[in-house]
């Protein structure tokens, strides 16, 4: 796709991203990043960059966010991924390089990376924090 | 930090979490005078006379996950390193400014960075309902501006976090300040 830089351009995304928005939000994976003063420090911002460049390169589409501190400060980046029917997984300390072994493992085959979990949580749980 | 739009990120995330509907980011790189300024305005709670002189001491902080508060501390510290200074207003119910300027010749400042990554990631907040945000960075005469409000308007009710669109955006926003870099 040839890049996009214009707000007129704008026309052609919105139209792309309103055929597959419904697919999308039901059979939705998100993936979480912990965004506080703490999580920039340790790198987040550079993890979340790693995040969506390899979703792109592997063509894969879920939802990205952010959200603030929620008090786990030594073990950030703080990296929760969520899908449907499943429970919501919190790996820590995730650097830009554990981040396509992530990918490729939780999101393409389905199996959590244990070595590199903090815990499993109800999905309403934390993460929405402060 | 290591890149002052790190630091710049967290003072966007200070103005989420104060509950601020717009937000406005003013980068301003005075050559001639050898001043860089940054200044971030938001339209949240706001603070308290008393709230406002704790907000650069570490161990203040209104949080309850945690008993530190070092974001602003940080960004005062690499302003005084660099001749300049930072400067906090705010008012309960109104909002609050900051400001922080920095000698921009100055050997201890940081590099700017990536602006790009900073602005996708506070746009991407809580599924892309982070606020309004008027993005504007001056050098020299040169001006690169974003204002999401004017975006989301296009979109219609397509979220600033939908792949397709916070792909158009880190592109939008990588080319705006390439071009900012290159005519000085």
């Avoid at chain 1, 040839?2 to 991203?17: C, F, G, N, T, Y």
């Avoid at chain 1, 939000?25 to 969506?52: D, F, N, Q, S, Y």
């Amino acid at each position: 796709m040839p890049k996009l830089k214009s707000i007129e351009d704008l026309k052609k995304v919105r139209e792309q991203a309103q055929r597959d928005l419904k697919v999308r939000t039901e059979t939705g994976t998100r993936i979480i990043v912990g965004m506080g003063t703490c999580g920039i420090a340790a790198g987040a911002r550079e993890t979340m960059h790693a995040i969506l460049e390899e979703l792109d390169r592997q063509g894969i589409e879920a939802n990205v966010t952010t959200v603030g501190c929620i008090g786990m400060c030594s073990k950030e980046p703080l990296v929760d991924i969520e899908q449907a029917g499943r429970p919501r997984i919190t790996y820590c300390n995730v650097d830009p390089n554990m981040v396509p072994r992530l990918i490729e493992e939780h999101l393409r085959q389905g199996n959590v990376v244990y070595e590199w979990t903090m815990g499993r949580v109800p999905s309403e749980g934390i993460g929405q924090g402060s | 930090m290591r890149e002052l739009s790190l630091h710049i990120l967290d003072l966007l995330e200070n103005a989420l979490e104060a509950g601020a509907s717009r937000v406005e980011l003013a980068i301003a790189e005075d050559l001639e005078g050898d001043e860089l300024a940054i200044v971030v305005r938001d339209n949240g709670r706001g603070m308290e006379q008393q709230t406002l002189q704790q907000a650069v001491d570490p161990f203040f902080t209104t949080r309850t996950t945690r008993h530190v508060g070092l974001g602003l501390p940080l960004l005062a510290a690499a302003a005084r390193r660099c001749d300049g200074d930072l400067v906090l207003e705010s008012a309960p119910g109104v909002g609050t400014e900051v400001r922080a300027a920095f000698r921009h010749s100055h050997l201890d400042r940081a590099p700017l960075g990536k602006m790009a990554d900073t602005l996708l990631a506070f746009l991407l907040y809580k599924d892309g309902s982070a606020p309004e945000l008027h993005y504007q960075h001056r050098v020299g005469v040169q001006v690169f501006e974003l204002d999401t409000a004017a975006v989301q308007a296009e979109l219609g009710d397509i979220p600033l976090s939908h792949p397709a669109v916070r792909g158009w955006l880190h592109d939008y926003l990588v080319e705006g300040e390439a071009e900012l870099a290159a005519r000085p």
